[in-house]
């Protein structure tokens, strides 16, 4: 479950500041009952999605079940309620390096005004998967690389290596200024 704090928001304080509505009644009682019988995963300033990537990174083997696309990141096996899909690393980091493009209104941040998923794809197909082109993007709309850092940083969704286990907190993402993934299905290229 999600913790009632979020790291998220001390990178941008507005993120999901939209979502006003509560939790449902009897939410926490719910979740009480569940720890009575199921072994109940919260962790402090992450979200759900963040420690289903921590735990299926750090324990391989385990199913994702979710239809969330932010999911798409994370290596291993996920079951979308449609069919259960293989990411390998290198599919992970592109499609985190779409969705910081591309950003998520739901979740309120917006990536590069005017990019959506298909746009990035074509722009990644067309220039490389790489932070030289995600930074390129974001400066032909007049923002800057700490705007697209502070986007990619929203985007990720924690893996065993984003996350301290001494210190129980994540460990924030920074590319290399000549970040780019190589490979794709079936590769055994990963990041560089």
């Known amino acids: 479950f999600t913790s009632p704090n979020n790291f998220r928001k001390k990178i941008l304080p507005e993120y999901k500041g939209h979502r006003q ?47 969330d696309k932010d999911m798409r990141q ?34 309120g941040y917006g990536g590069v005004p005017g990019i959506g998923v298909k746009r990035a794809e074509a722009l ?24 697209a850092l502070v986007n990619a940083r929203l985007a990720r969704i924690l893996t065993c290596e984003d996350y301290d286990f001494n210190k129980k907190e994540p ?7 000549d970040y780019r993934v190589n490979g794709g299905a079936g590769s055994k290229d990963e990041t560089t």
């Open 171 to 177: 460990i924030l993402w920074t590319p290399a200024p």
């Open 21 to 67: 509505r509560k939790k449902p009644c009897g939410y926490k009682r719910v979740i009480e009952a569940l720890k009575k019988e199921y072994k109940v995963i919260i962790k402090p300033t992450l979200e759900a999605d963040d420690t289903m990537g921590i735990y299926a990174t750090k324990y391989p083997g385990n199913i994702i079940a979710s239809p």
């Open 124 to 147: 990644f197909k067309d220039k490389g998967y790489s932070w030289k082109t995600v930074v390129s993007t974001f400066e032909e709309k007049d923002l800057t690389e700490k705007d």
């Open 74 to 107: 994370i290596p291993g096996q996920l079951y979308n309620f449609d069919e259960t899909i293989t990411i390998d690393p290198a599919e992970g980091a592109k499609w985190h390096l779409i969705q910081t493009m591309a950003g998520d209104q739901t979740d």
